[in-house]
């Protein structure tokens, strides 16, 4: 695989990063994950501007422009003949040359790398069946909304989930549904009301959650961003995830009870569909 580090396109096993990086030693870095269809990346510049705010809010340089990115991400999805996945990006704030918590002085080089990984997006085993998810107490620090790779509570509810035998964990604060813990979290009550948690430091600002509620409010859906309790969501006609690869997963069952029939739902489905359709617009 050929990968981009500072500058370089390079072989993965080229691509080297200090010990003393601070993306490695503090989790001190920034990413994005997008998604590429028909070799063409969907939703980039919302990503990229996610990512400016993210850096903004940890003081982190980004000495580069939306131009500079995209040809970044073209080019490996050039070099990798890559048709259908994704495009990583982790920006660091550099290798500090020690362990210090402070911020290294402004003259520390950024690290920045990009790596693209093929994935089944369209033909999607969990997209057809659904999938089904735990609770699992959000244990996550108070500033979800910045995409750092800080990622430890992500995994271990994962890691939760599958030991339950479940597909994904869904993060649980106070009796209420903050997101998937890679994810968002949406319902469909049964008076047909679509509802995701609001914005907040609670949870990412989802780029696909974004563009489903956008399509949502096109199909006339009533919308309410609002906070709901897991007993809410097992109650509910309908149940899904948001992210940019899996785009929209069903959620068939959550804590071993069945959301509706136990069945990937209608409007999941519409949602997806018309989705994708409008990402494969060029
Ligand atoms: N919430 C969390 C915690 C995530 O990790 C992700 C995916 N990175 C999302 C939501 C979905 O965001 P997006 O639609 O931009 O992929």
Redesign the pocket.
Known sequence: MIVYINGEFVKEEQAVVSVFDRGFLFADAVYE?TTILNSRLIDFKSHMTRLRRSSAELELLLPYTDDELLTIHQQLIEKNNVNEGLIYLQLTRGNAGQRDFLFPSKSVEPTLVLFAQKISIIENSKAKAGIRVVAYDDIRWQR?DI?TTSLLA?SLAKQYAYSQGADDAIFVKNGLIT??????FFIITQDNTLKTRALSHE??P????QAILALAKEQKLSIEETAFSIEEAIAAKEAFI????SVVYPVIEVDGQKVGQGKPGLLAHRLREIYIQAMSVP
């Open positions: 994950v979800c995409k992500a997101e998937g813990s890679s994810s968002n949870i990412l989802g780029i696909t959650r948001t992210s940019a690869t």
